[in-house]
Protein backbone atom coordinates (compact mmCIF):
# COMPACT_ATOMS: atom_id res chain seq x y z
CA UNK A 1 0.00 0.00 0.00
CA UNK A 2 2.89 2.59 0.60
CA UNK A 3 4.42 2.34 -2.51
CA UNK A 4 0.98 2.79 -4.24
CA UNK A 5 1.79 6.69 -2.23
CA UNK A 6 5.09 6.43 -4.31
CA UNK A 7 7.07 6.72 -1.06
CA UNK A 8 10.01 4.90 0.05
CA UNK A 9 12.25 4.80 2.99
CA UNK A 10 8.64 5.30 5.06
CA UNK A 11 6.52 2.44 7.26
CA UNK A 12 2.94 2.60 7.95
CA UNK A 13 1.94 3.04 11.69
CA UNK A 14 -0.23 0.36 13.46
CA UNK A 15 -3.13 2.32 12.37
CA UNK A 16 -2.20 2.70 8.80
CA UNK A 17 -5.28 0.21 7.11
CA UNK A 18 -7.60 2.61 8.73
CA UNK A 19 -6.31 5.99 8.15
CA UNK A 20 -5.43 4.74 4.66
CA UNK A 21 -8.39 3.58 3.55
CA UNK A 22 -10.22 7.02 5.32
CA UNK A 23 -7.97 9.37 3.02
CA UNK A 24 -9.56 11.04 0.59
CA UNK A 25 -6.62 13.48 -0.60
CA UNK A 26 -3.41 12.33 -1.77
CA UNK A 27 -2.02 14.86 0.85
CA UNK A 28 0.66 12.63 3.22
CA UNK A 29 2.82 13.73 5.89
CA UNK A 30 6.70 12.31 6.92
CA UNK A 31 7.26 12.00 9.56
CA UNK A 32 10.08 9.37 9.73
CA UNK A 33 10.19 6.71 9.71
CA UNK A 34 6.22 6.49 9.34
CA UNK A 35 4.18 7.86 7.43
CA UNK A 36 0.42 9.33 8.33
CA UNK A 37 -2.22 11.50 6.74
CA UNK A 38 -1.79 15.35 6.55
CA UNK A 39 -5.31 16.08 4.77
CA UNK A 40 -8.20 13.26 4.98
CA UNK A 41 -10.49 15.71 3.43
CA UNK A 42 -10.06 19.23 3.86
CA UNK A 43 -8.04 20.75 6.87
CA UNK A 44 -10.52 23.27 7.58
CA UNK A 45 -13.14 21.11 8.58
CA UNK A 46 -10.80 18.70 10.24
CA UNK A 47 -9.83 21.77 12.23
CA UNK A 48 -13.40 22.94 12.93
CA UNK A 49 -14.39 19.26 14.21
CA UNK A 50 -11.79 19.24 16.90
CA UNK A 51 -12.87 22.81 18.20
CA UNK A 52 -16.71 21.54 17.80
CA UNK A 53 -17.38 18.06 18.03
CA UNK A 54 -14.56 15.54 17.61
CA UNK A 55 -11.45 14.15 15.75
CA UNK A 56 -8.87 10.93 16.12
CA UNK A 57 -5.56 12.34 15.49
CA UNK A 58 -2.68 9.87 14.37
CA UNK A 59 0.07 10.30 16.88
CA UNK A 60 1.96 6.93 16.90
CA UNK A 61 5.26 8.32 15.38
CA UNK A 62 5.72 9.81 18.49
CA UNK A 63 9.42 8.37 20.21
CA UNK A 64 8.82 6.61 23.26
CA UNK A 65 11.78 6.16 25.79
CA UNK A 66 10.92 4.03 28.87
CA UNK A 67 13.32 3.62 31.51
CA UNK A 68 12.69 1.19 34.37
CA UNK A 69 14.62 -0.58 37.15
CA UNK A 70 15.49 0.10 40.56
CA UNK A 71 16.93 3.85 40.18
CA UNK A 72 14.47 4.68 37.43
CA UNK A 73 12.68 7.62 39.93
CA UNK A 74 16.46 8.77 40.61
CA UNK A 75 17.05 9.11 36.75
CA UNK A 76 13.90 10.93 36.14
CA UNK A 77 14.59 12.76 39.06
CA UNK A 78 18.19 13.70 37.59
CA UNK A 79 17.19 14.33 34.34
CA UNK A 80 13.99 16.90 35.02
CA UNK A 81 13.47 19.83 36.77
CA UNK A 82 10.32 19.52 38.45
CA UNK A 83 9.74 17.09 41.39
CA UNK A 84 9.68 14.15 39.97
CA UNK A 85 10.12 11.88 43.34
CA UNK A 86 6.68 12.97 43.83
CA UNK A 87 4.95 12.00 40.77
CA UNK A 88 2.35 9.34 41.45
CA UNK A 89 1.59 6.20 39.75
CA UNK A 90 -0.42 6.88 36.57
CA UNK A 91 0.34 10.76 36.32
CA UNK A 92 1.87 12.47 33.79
CA UNK A 93 4.02 15.34 34.22
CA UNK A 94 4.34 17.75 31.99
CA UNK A 95 8.42 19.01 31.75
CA UNK A 96 10.87 20.53 29.82
CA UNK A 97 14.51 18.75 31.16
CA UNK A 98 18.16 20.69 29.97
CA UNK A 99 21.20 20.28 29.58
CA UNK A 100 24.10 21.58 31.97
CA UNK A 101 23.94 24.89 30.22
CA UNK A 102 20.88 25.36 31.10
CA UNK A 103 19.37 25.01 27.23
CA UNK A 104 16.47 22.75 26.71
CA UNK A 105 17.73 19.15 25.75
CA UNK A 106 13.54 19.01 24.98
CA UNK A 107 10.10 18.98 26.37
CA UNK A 108 7.71 16.41 26.49
CA UNK A 109 5.39 14.09 28.65
CA UNK A 110 6.36 11.92 31.42
CA UNK A 111 4.12 8.85 32.21
CA UNK A 112 4.41 6.99 35.25
CA UNK A 113 3.45 3.61 34.88
CA UNK A 114 4.87 1.77 38.19
CA UNK A 115 7.10 2.27 40.88
CA UNK A 116 10.39 1.59 38.51
CA UNK A 117 9.14 2.46 35.32
CA UNK A 118 8.50 5.74 33.53
CA UNK A 119 7.98 6.57 29.68
CA UNK A 120 9.12 9.73 28.35
CA UNK A 121 7.16 10.82 24.95
CA UNK A 122 8.85 13.44 23.25
CA UNK A 123 11.74 13.76 20.36
CA UNK A 124 14.25 10.62 20.38
CA UNK A 125 16.12 11.06 23.71
CA UNK A 126 17.65 7.15 24.51
CA UNK A 127 21.16 8.93 24.06
CA UNK A 128 20.34 11.26 26.14
CA UNK A 129 19.14 9.01 28.97
CA UNK A 130 21.87 6.48 28.77
CA UNK A 131 24.42 9.53 29.38
CA UNK A 132 22.99 10.27 32.26
CA UNK A 133 22.16 7.30 33.89
CA UNK A 134 25.93 6.19 35.09
CA UNK A 135 26.28 4.58 38.28
CA UNK A 136 22.38 3.89 38.42
CA UNK A 137 20.50 0.71 37.44
CA UNK A 138 18.19 1.25 35.12
CA UNK A 139 17.09 0.32 31.91
CA UNK A 140 16.78 2.53 28.54
CA UNK A 141 14.87 1.30 25.76
CA UNK A 142 13.11 3.23 22.84
CA UNK A 143 9.68 1.22 22.83
CA UNK A 144 8.30 3.66 20.05
CA UNK A 145 7.33 0.71 17.36
CA UNK A 146 5.15 -1.43 20.20
CA UNK A 147 2.74 1.22 20.79
CA UNK A 148 -0.01 3.14 18.73
CA UNK A 149 -1.55 6.26 19.81
CA UNK A 150 -4.77 7.98 18.30
CA UNK A 151 -5.91 11.43 20.17
CA UNK A 152 -9.34 11.74 20.58
CA UNK A 153 -9.61 15.32 20.81
CA UNK A 154 -12.53 17.56 21.05
CA UNK A 155 -15.48 18.93 23.27
CA UNK A 156 -17.52 15.94 22.58
CA UNK A 157 -14.69 13.49 23.07
CA UNK A 158 -15.79 11.93 26.25
CA UNK A 159 -19.36 11.28 24.81
CA UNK A 160 -17.32 9.20 22.52
CA UNK A 161 -14.98 7.11 24.36
CA UNK A 162 -17.99 6.54 27.00
CA UNK A 163 -20.65 5.12 24.57
CA UNK A 164 -17.06 3.17 23.23
CA UNK A 165 -16.43 1.66 26.59
CA UNK A 166 -19.58 1.91 28.58
CA UNK A 167 -17.69 3.80 31.27
CA UNK A 168 -17.64 7.14 33.11
CA UNK A 169 -14.87 9.20 32.32
CA UNK A 170 -15.65 12.22 33.61
CA UNK A 171 -13.84 11.53 37.00
CA UNK A 172 -10.67 10.90 35.39
CA UNK A 173 -8.26 13.94 35.77
CA UNK A 174 -6.11 16.13 33.68
CA UNK A 175 -3.36 14.59 33.22
CA UNK A 176 -4.01 11.13 34.44
CA UNK A 177 -4.08 7.52 33.49
CA UNK A 178 -6.48 5.00 33.83
CA UNK A 179 -7.23 1.40 31.77
CA UNK A 180 -9.84 0.31 29.53
CA UNK A 181 -11.15 -2.12 27.17
CA UNK A 182 -12.26 -0.95 23.47
CA UNK A 183 -12.89 -2.47 20.78
CA UNK A 184 -11.80 -5.75 22.91
CA UNK A 185 -7.97 -4.49 23.01
CA UNK A 186 -6.23 -3.13 25.64
CA UNK A 187 -6.25 0.19 26.19
CA UNK A 188 -3.85 3.26 28.64
CA UNK A 189 -6.43 6.20 28.52
CA UNK A 190 -4.68 9.50 29.55
CA UNK A 191 -6.62 12.41 29.78
CA UNK A 192 -3.90 14.70 27.94
CA UNK A 193 -3.54 16.23 24.15
CA UNK A 194 -2.01 18.56 22.03
CA UNK A 195 -4.55 20.90 20.63
CA UNK A 196 -5.98 22.79 23.54
CA UNK A 197 -9.30 21.07 23.79
CA UNK A 198 -10.73 18.41 25.94
CA UNK A 199 -9.52 15.39 25.17
CA UNK A 200 -7.64 11.97 25.52
CA UNK A 201 -4.58 9.71 24.08
CA UNK A 202 -5.20 6.10 23.71
CA UNK A 203 -2.39 3.76 23.95
CA UNK A 204 -2.62 0.27 22.38
CA UNK A 205 -0.70 -2.70 20.74
CA UNK A 206 -0.09 -2.53 17.26
CA UNK A 207 -2.58 -6.00 17.02
CA UNK A 208 -5.55 -4.12 19.04
CA UNK A 209 -4.85 -0.59 16.71
CA UNK A 210 -7.12 -1.34 13.72
CA UNK A 211 -9.91 -2.88 16.51
CA UNK A 212 -9.61 -0.28 18.57
CA UNK A 213 -10.28 2.34 15.89
CA UNK A 214 -13.41 0.66 14.10
CA UNK A 215 -15.15 0.37 17.35
CA UNK A 216 -14.65 4.64 17.69
CA UNK A 217 -15.75 5.31 14.58
CA UNK A 218 -18.88 2.80 15.16
CA UNK A 219 -19.58 5.08 17.69
CA UNK A 220 -18.23 7.78 17.10
CA UNK A 221 -20.50 9.46 14.20
CA UNK A 222 -23.73 10.08 16.46
CA UNK A 223 -21.14 12.73 17.42
CA UNK A 224 -19.54 14.52 14.86
CA UNK A 225 -16.46 12.57 14.85
CA UNK A 226 -14.09 12.63 12.04
CA UNK A 227 -10.20 11.32 11.66
CA UNK A 228 -7.91 14.77 11.09
CA UNK A 229 -4.39 14.55 9.54
CA UNK A 230 -1.39 16.60 10.30
CA UNK A 231 -1.93 19.92 8.66
CA UNK A 232 -5.08 20.60 11.22
CA UNK A 233 -3.13 19.43 14.35
CA UNK A 234 0.19 21.59 13.78
CA UNK A 235 -2.57 24.40 13.09
CA UNK A 236 -4.72 23.72 16.55
CA UNK A 237 -1.46 23.59 18.92
CA UNK A 238 -0.05 27.01 17.10
CA UNK A 239 -3.59 28.55 18.32
CA UNK A 240 -3.05 26.62 21.38
CA UNK A 241 0.59 27.94 22.05
CA UNK A 242 2.44 24.69 22.11
CA UNK A 243 5.89 24.06 20.94
CA UNK A 244 7.52 21.36 19.17
CA UNK A 245 11.20 21.14 18.91
CA UNK A 246 13.13 21.55 15.76
CA UNK A 247 10.11 23.92 15.20
CA UNK A 248 10.32 26.47 17.94
CA UNK A 249 13.83 26.01 19.02
CA UNK A 250 16.64 23.78 18.64
CA UNK A 251 17.25 20.81 20.84
CA UNK A 252 20.72 20.75 22.73
CA UNK A 253 21.11 17.06 23.10
CA UNK A 254 22.86 14.32 21.34
CA UNK A 255 19.84 12.15 19.67
CA UNK A 256 18.98 13.44 16.59
CA UNK A 257 15.98 15.86 15.87
CA UNK A 258 14.35 17.32 13.32
CA UNK A 259 16.23 19.10 10.72
CA UNK A 260 16.33 22.91 10.50
CA UNK A 261 16.98 24.34 7.40
CA UNK A 262 18.86 27.02 8.32
CA UNK A 263 20.33 26.69 12.05
CA UNK A 264 21.41 30.41 12.02
CA UNK A 265 17.88 31.59 12.19
CA UNK A 266 16.87 29.55 15.66
CA UNK A 267 18.72 29.42 19.12
CA UNK A 268 18.96 26.75 21.49
CA UNK A 269 16.85 27.85 24.18
CA UNK A 270 16.39 27.87 28.45
CA UNK A 271 12.77 26.92 29.67
CA UNK A 272 12.78 30.58 30.69
CA UNK A 273 12.89 31.98 27.27
CA UNK A 274 9.74 29.75 26.45
CA UNK A 275 7.65 30.36 28.76
CA UNK A 276 8.11 27.03 31.24
CA UNK A 277 10.09 28.44 33.78
CA UNK A 278 7.04 27.06 36.29
CA UNK A 279 8.23 23.88 35.65
CA UNK A 280 11.53 24.86 37.24
CA UNK A 281 11.55 23.92 40.95
CA UNK A 282 14.89 25.44 42.21
CA UNK A 283 13.66 23.94 45.78
CA UNK A 284 15.13 20.94 44.49
CA UNK A 285 19.03 20.32 45.71
CA UNK A 286 20.18 19.25 42.27
CA UNK A 287 19.18 18.42 38.42
CA UNK A 288 20.94 18.92 35.01
CA UNK A 289 20.92 22.47 34.45
CA UNK A 290 20.24 23.78 37.54
CA UNK A 291 23.40 26.08 38.56
CA UNK A 292 23.39 27.70 35.20
CA UNK A 293 19.35 28.25 35.24
CA UNK A 294 20.02 30.10 38.88
CA UNK A 295 22.63 31.73 37.07
CA UNK A 296 20.51 33.40 34.49
CA UNK A 297 18.09 33.96 36.81
CA UNK A 298 20.37 36.12 38.94
CA UNK A 299 21.46 37.95 35.96
CA UNK A 300 18.26 38.85 35.38
CA UNK A 301 16.36 36.15 33.35
CA UNK A 302 16.68 35.35 29.62
CA UNK A 303 17.56 37.75 27.40
CA UNK A 304 14.67 36.76 25.44
CA UNK A 305 10.65 36.06 26.10
CA UNK A 306 8.22 33.86 23.86
CA UNK A 307 5.13 35.56 23.68
CA UNK A 308 2.13 35.41 20.73
CA UNK A 309 2.50 37.52 17.10
CA UNK A 310 -0.66 39.04 15.32
CA UNK A 311 0.91 39.70 11.70
CA UNK A 312 -1.50 42.14 9.65
CA UNK A 313 -2.65 40.06 6.50
CA UNK A 314 -4.38 42.52 5.22
CA UNK A 315 -1.15 44.34 4.71
CA UNK A 316 0.33 41.69 2.98
CA UNK A 317 -2.32 41.25 0.71
CA UNK A 318 -2.03 44.82 -0.23
CA UNK A 319 1.47 44.22 -1.03
CA UNK A 320 0.72 41.38 -3.14
CA UNK A 321 -1.90 43.11 -5.00
CA UNK A 322 0.48 46.45 -5.74
CA UNK A 323 2.78 43.98 -7.70
CA UNK A 324 -0.22 42.42 -9.39
CA UNK A 325 0.61 38.96 -7.79
CA UNK A 326 -0.56 36.55 -5.26
CA UNK A 327 1.21 33.76 -3.32
CA UNK A 328 -1.43 32.41 -0.51
CA UNK A 329 -0.06 33.20 2.57
CA UNK A 330 1.19 29.85 4.56
CA UNK A 331 -1.11 27.67 3.73
CA UNK A 332 0.46 25.49 6.35
CA UNK A 333 2.30 26.31 9.75
CA UNK A 334 5.39 28.46 8.13
CA UNK A 335 8.56 25.80 8.73
CA UNK A 336 11.27 28.92 8.53
CA UNK A 337 11.33 31.19 11.34
CA UNK A 338 10.66 35.31 10.28
CA UNK A 339 12.99 37.87 11.03
CA UNK A 340 11.41 40.18 13.59
CA UNK A 341 12.06 44.22 13.61
CA UNK A 342 11.69 47.02 16.15
CA UNK A 343 12.46 50.11 14.44
CA UNK A 344 14.54 49.35 12.07
CA UNK A 345 16.39 46.66 14.68
CA UNK A 346 16.71 42.99 14.60
CA UNK A 347 14.65 41.92 17.70
CA UNK A 348 14.20 37.95 17.25
CA UNK A 349 11.99 35.96 14.93
CA UNK A 350 8.62 34.44 15.01
CA UNK A 351 8.30 30.67 14.55
CA UNK A 352 5.37 28.54 13.07
CA UNK A 353 3.75 31.25 11.35
CA UNK A 354 0.10 29.95 10.33
CA UNK A 355 -3.40 31.20 9.48
CA UNK A 356 -5.32 30.43 12.28
CA UNK A 357 -8.88 29.99 11.21
CA UNK A 358 -10.14 29.46 14.75
CA UNK A 359 -8.82 32.82 15.86
CA UNK A 360 -9.43 34.25 12.67
CA UNK A 361 -5.43 35.84 12.36
CA UNK A 362 -2.06 34.91 10.64
CA UNK A 363 -0.37 34.25 14.33
CA UNK A 364 3.25 33.31 15.08
CA UNK A 365 5.28 32.29 18.48
CA UNK A 366 7.29 35.27 18.50
CA UNK A 367 10.91 35.12 20.40
CA UNK A 368 12.06 38.59 21.22
CA UNK A 369 14.10 40.44 23.28
CA UNK A 370 12.78 41.14 26.64
CA UNK A 371 12.47 45.71 25.62
CA UNK A 372 10.67 44.79 22.54
CA UNK A 373 8.16 41.72 23.88
CA UNK A 374 5.57 43.69 25.91
CA UNK A 375 1.73 43.38 25.51
CA UNK A 376 0.98 45.78 22.61
CA UNK A 377 4.42 46.20 21.05
CA UNK A 378 4.34 47.35 17.22
CA UNK A 379 6.65 45.37 15.43
CA UNK A 380 7.07 43.79 11.93
CA UNK A 381 8.35 41.09 10.52
CA UNK A 382 9.81 40.66 7.27
CA UNK A 383 8.48 38.26 4.74
CA UNK A 384 9.67 36.92 1.87
CA UNK A 385 7.77 36.46 -1.37
CA UNK A 386 8.92 36.44 -5.16
CA UNK A 387 12.49 37.63 -4.61
CA UNK A 388 10.98 40.65 -3.00
CA UNK A 389 11.59 41.07 0.94
CA UNK A 390 9.02 43.65 2.76
CA UNK A 391 8.23 44.67 6.42
CA UNK A 392 4.83 43.54 7.12
CA UNK A 393 3.21 45.19 10.54
CA UNK A 394 2.99 42.82 13.56
CA UNK A 395 1.77 43.03 17.15
CA UNK A 396 2.50 41.48 20.45
CA UNK A 397 -0.83 39.55 21.36
CA UNK A 398 -1.25 37.10 24.42
CA UNK A 399 -0.45 33.27 24.49
CA UNK A 400 -2.31 31.20 23.47
CA UNK A 401 -4.24 32.60 20.89
CA UNK A 402 -6.89 30.85 21.90
CA UNK A 403 -8.06 29.83 25.42
CA UNK A 404 -7.69 25.93 26.50
CA UNK A 405 -10.35 24.02 27.19
CA UNK A 406 -9.17 21.09 28.76
CA UNK A 407 -11.58 21.13 31.59
Not at 74 to 83: C, E, G, K, Q, Y
Not at 181 to 203: K, N, P
Not at 335 to 359: F, K, Q
Request: aromatic share 8%; net charge negative; proline share 8%.
Amino acid sequence: MLEDLGVEGFVGTPFHKRTAAAVETSSWFPWPPYIVPDIYTDFREELAAMRTAATLNEMSPLSKTRIRGPDASRLADRILPRNAMAQDVGQILYSPWCNEEGRMVADGLVFRFGEEEYVFVAGPQEQWFTMNAGGLDVEVEDISPSIGILALQGPRSTEVLERATGQDWSSLGFSRIRKTEIGGASVDVSRQGFTGEVGYELWVSPEGACPMWDALIDVGEEFGLRPAGEYAIDIARVEAGLLIIGADYMGAGPDPTPPVDDPSQMRECSPFELRLGRFVDFDKPDFVGRQALMDEQAAGGAPRRMVGVSIDWRAMLEHQLERGEFVEMFPRVHDMPLPVIDSGNRVGYATSVTWGPSVGMLIGLGHIDRPSANLGAQLSVLWSAAGQTVEIAAEVVPLPFRPHRRA
